[in-house]
T-cell receptor, first 118, second 112 residues
Framework: DTGVSQDPRHKITKRGQNVTFRCDPISEHNRLYWYRQTLGQGPEFLTYFQNEAQLEKSRLLSDRFSAERPKGSFSTLEIQRTEQGDSAMYLC????????????????FGPGTRLTVT | DQQVKQNSPSLSVQEGRISILNCDYTNSMFDYFLWYKKYPAEGPTFLISISSIKDKNEDGRFTVFLNKSAKHLSLHIVPSQPGDSAVYFCAAKETSGSRLTFGEGTQLTVNP
């Protein structure tokens, strides 16, 4: 069973450093999403790709954040000049584009990367 | 503004009884709703969903009810099992979008 995988699972970094996370979606899924989750809250949308095109970005995604999906398969999320407020769980999800008469919009999540900025 | 709200941070039920988790939303553009379950140190796992053209969807022990006029949905788990203990998130999608908007979550504890 090849679900969504994320690497690393945990990252501790010092304020001001750059970090990069990787996400490998379910192989046949053409949509890939990034969310961020802080303690006591639900996941918050950051951005999503359809194939290699980045179709939507949240206002939460400041200029220090950049995401890529160069070949329409795996994706990377980079945070530059990390701040303590960036400490969170970063979740990746994937899905098929909507299909069927009623539509099918389920997104399947990976285990997340927990970032701690000291 | 919190467009999806789960007003109960926690719920405790006895094994074998019904668990009812509630969710309210404010955005009239939401037309698809999902429930996810999350264990510690894992990502959310999809449970069940419902389109706004329906008012009920059932999958085994899990049933989701949608009341569009009240902008309210609920997840019923019958019978509840200790393995159901987890955080449950309600999520919603707008007609024209792909992003999911999540509630804050409800911690369900099923006691043996």
């Amino acid at each position: 069973d090849t679900g969504v995988s994320q690497d690393p699972r945990h990252k501790i970094t010092k304020r001001g450093q750059n970090v990069t996370f990787r996400c490998d979606p379910i192989s046949e899924h053409n949509r890939l999403y990034w969310y961020r989750q802080t303690l006591g809250q639900g996941p918050e949308f950051l951005t999503y790709f359809q194939n290699e095109a980045q179709l939507e970005k949240s206002r939460l995604l400041s200029d220090r954040f950049s995401a890529e999906r160069p070949k329409g398969s795996f994706s990377t999320l980079e945070i530059q000049r990390t701040e303590q407020g960036d400490s969170a769980m970063y979740l990746c999800a994937s899905s098929l584009a909507e299909s069927g008469l009623a539509g099918s919009y389920e997104q399947y999540f990976g285990p997340g990367t927990r970032l701690t900025v000291t | 503004d919190q467009q999806v709200k789960q007003n109960s941070p926690s719920l405790s039920v006895q094994e074998g009884r019904i668990s009812i988790l509630n969710c309210d939303y404010t955005n009239s553009m939401f037309d698809y709703f999902l429930w996810y379950k999350k264990y510690p140190a894992e990502g959310p796992t999809f449970l069940i969903s419902i389109s706004s053209i329906k008012d009920k969807n059932e999958d085994g022990r899990f049933t989701v009810f949608l009341n569009k006029s009240a902008k309210h949905l609920s997840l019923h788990i019958v019978p509840s099992q200790p393995g159901d203990s987890a955080v449950y998130f309600c999520a919603a999608k707008e007609t024209s979008g792909s992003r999911l908007t999540f509630g804050e979550g409800t911690q369900l504890t099923v006691n043996p």
